[in-house]
């Protein structure tokens, strides 16, 4: 069972940044696929940013440009930093981490969320 910590949270004003920072723990096997997901208040969780294990990412669309994601693979921990936040960046960020388990020539894969940290932008 992989547990997964995030920080980096918080209250700000439009324009300033945040970083937000989710380390994975107990994996017994290999990590892959990580990932931030955001629910803005009175909607559906959406995909913000993933990376994989080689480091290749991928924004949605209006993520890309203010978002950056970045992992250390030693630490099992993944990175979002968000720079010239918005008020409808306000949400609660999700990690999301992908573990994938070889079982001959088969993969088995197990997917687990973080509880979340709120960020809340305003002025």
């Known amino acids: 069972q992989v547990h997964l910590v995030e920080s980096g949270g918080g209250s700000v004003q439009p324009g300033g940044s945040l970083r937000l920072s989710c380390a994975a723990s107990?994996?017994?096997?290999?990590?892959?696929?990580m990932g931030w997901y955001r629910q803005p208040p009175g909607k559906q969780r959406e995909l913000v940013a993933g990376i994989t294990v080689a480091g290749r990412t991928k924004y949605a669309g209006p993520s890309e440009g203010r978002f950056t994601i970045t992992r250390d693979n030693d630490k099992n921990t993944v990175f979002l930093q968000i720079k010239s936040l918005k008020p409808e960046d306000t949400a609660m960020y999700y990690c999301?981490?992908?573990?994938?388990?070889?079982?001959?020539?088969?993969?088995?894969?197990?997917?687990?969320w973080g509880q979340g940290t709120q960020v809340t932008v305003s002025s």
């Open positions: 107990g994996s017994r096997f290999s990590i892959t696929d």
């Open positions: 999301h981490v992908r573990e994938e388990e070889y079982i001959g020539v088969s993969i088995r894969a197990y997917d687990y």
